[in-house]
C-alpha cells in the first residue's frame, strides 16, 4: 500500500495560484502513476489530472486545462499541481491517488482543502 500526504491547500481569492503538493511513500515512487481529483460540497469526487511514472505524459480534465499543470519529481517522491487563475467553482478538496495506466484511482491520501472566494 501506498502512503499519500497532500499540502498545500488554503483560502484565496479568484485569479490566485496555488501549488499543492503530494508526498508519497511506500513504494517505489518512479513506478506510479499519480492523478489529483476534487470533491466539491454536494458533489461527486471528480478527475483532474494526472501523470505517467516517468512524468512524460499527462491528462487534464477540461475544466482545469491551460490554468492546471501537474508534475512529478521522483527525486523528491513528490507530484505538485500548479493552480492558476484559479475560480469560485475550484473550490473543493483536492485528494491525490495512485492510478492505474488508465486512471482508475487506488490508494488515496487525506485530501487538502481549497476554497476560493471571489
Known amino acids: 500500500q501506498v502512503q499519500l500526504v497532500e499540502s498545500g491547500g488554503g483560502l484565496v481569492q479568484a485569479g490566485d495560484s496555488l501549488r499543492l503538493s503530494c508526498a508519497a511513500s511506500?513504494?517505489?515512487?518512479?513506478?506510479?502513476?499519480i492523478g489529483w481529483f476534487r470533491q466539491a460540497p454536494g458533489k461527486d469526487r471528480e478527475f483532474v489530472a494526472r501523470?505517467?511514472?516517468?512524468?512524460?505524459?499527462?491528462y487534464y480534465a477540461d475544466s482545469v486545462k491551460g490554468r492546471f499543470t501537474i508534475s512529478k519529481d521522483n527525486a523528491k517522491n513528490t507530484v505538485y499541481l500548479q493552480m492558476n487563475s484559479l475560480q469560485p467553482e475550484d473550490t473543493a478538496v483536492y485528494y491525490c491517488?495512485?492510478?492505474?495506466?488508465?486512471?482508475?484511482?487506488?490508494?488515496w491520501g487525506q485530501g487538502t482543502q481549497v476554497t476560493v472566494s471571489s
Open positions: 491517488a495512485t492510478t492505474t495506466t488508465t486512471g482508475s484511482p487506488g490508494d
Open positions: 501523470i505517467s511514472r516517468s512524468g512524460g505524459v499527462t
Open positions: 511506500g513504494r517505489t515512487f518512479s513506478s506510479l502513476h
